[in-house]
């Protein structure tokens, strides 16, 4: 069997475990291929949370729920299973309100539902609309190129009004983020 399927009864316990160290669940997935059972956990920080979650915490988080699947068979069923605790990562998509919220401070990407293309500061979300200040993008040896004219310094745009958004990798700590970390996985674990 190679389906990926939420499990409902997986849902409730992660997510307690991951409340305990102050991490949410932005996916849950399970899968079996070849007699092992997949698990997939992928965690964020809350979303009124800025920066990126710490390794550590991730993986004490995932040894909890590595020692849960051990205890209760129940959960997953028996037999080999492989567990991976993970996070979204520096380039995640960005498509739920959420997401926005999360993405604060950050360089992002953007692509309009009228095509047009738009990197920009996120500086904040208000309900449904991104406050973004534009940045101007650099050409294919580094060097600031010039925004349209009558760009904006600041522009609200409703997140319908955004047919794909993407963070972008800065190799400095964006203005906000103390850790200046851009991502933070763990390694997948057996059990």
Known sequence: ???EHMPAALDGPIS???ARHELVLEELSLRTRGGTTEIRVVVDLPEDRIGSADLDTVADASREISALLDEDESLIG???SVLEVTTPGAER????????RRARTRLVRLVRTDGTE???????VDGDVLRLRPQRPLDSRGRPQRLPAGTPE???????DVESARVEIEFSAPPGDAHGAT?????TKER
């Open 1 to 3: 069997m190679t389906d």
């Open 16 to 18: 307690s475990i991951l």
């Open 78 to 80: 028996p037999g080999p």
């Open 93 to 100: 998509v960005l498509s739920e309100p959420r997401h926005f």
């Open 118 to 124: 738009l990197l920009a500061r996120l500086e904040d």
């Open 154 to 160: 600041v522009l609200d745009l409703p997140i319908a």
């Open 183 to 187: 991502s933070t996985d763990t390694p």
